[in-house]
């Protein structure tokens, strides 16, 4: 017999079970009415245990929910510093803006302005989904 390890009392059932879902680090996914508060550059880490970086440098885009159960809560975009118009960046600006501005561009004009954003899971690299939400797609109501 199988003993559980955090009770020693209840022997395990290798023929039943439970699952239970992995909390989710950031706001739920879902769709929400938002106002973009801020975009934030976080330098890259250093990772003390490999000696490496284990973290490039990038940039934060924040929305701050307006309504509903998050209400006041920060959904994040977090894109790799790149500024070419082909970019996780560029991309977030053009979401920003309704299109790709041309030439320079003042983000604080997006400050306190509504969208509709959808947060959904983010990927890893083989396209399975993670235990983190970061927003994927936001248009300006």
Same mark, same amino acid.
């Given at each position: ?12 059932? *290798? ?12 706001? *739920? ?13 976080? *330098?890259?880490t ?6 490496k ?26 894109? *790799? ?34 969208y ?26």
């Amino acid at each position: 017999m199988n003993v559980n390890p955090q009770n020693q009392q209840q022997p395990i059932d *290798p023929m039943r079970g439970r699952l239970v879902a992995p909390q989710t680090q950031g706001v *739920p996914a879902g769709t929400y009415d938002a106002v973009f508060s801020t975009c934030e550059y976080r *330098p890259a880490t250093y990772d003390a245990m490999s000696g490496k970086g284990s973290r490039y440098p990038q940039m934060w885009f924040g929305w701050k929910i307006v309504s509903g159960q998050q209400d006041g809560q920060t959904a994040w975009r977090e894109t *790799p510093v790149s500024q070419s118009l082909k970019s996780k960046y560029g991309e977030t600006i053009g979401w920003l803006f309704g299109a790709m501005p041309e030439g320079e561009f003042d983000l604080s004009t997006c400050v306190n302005k509504r969208y509709r954003i959808v947060v959904s899971q983010k990927l890893d690299k083989a396209g399975k989904p993670i235990n983190y939400t970061i927003v994927t797609q936001c248009i300006a109501v």
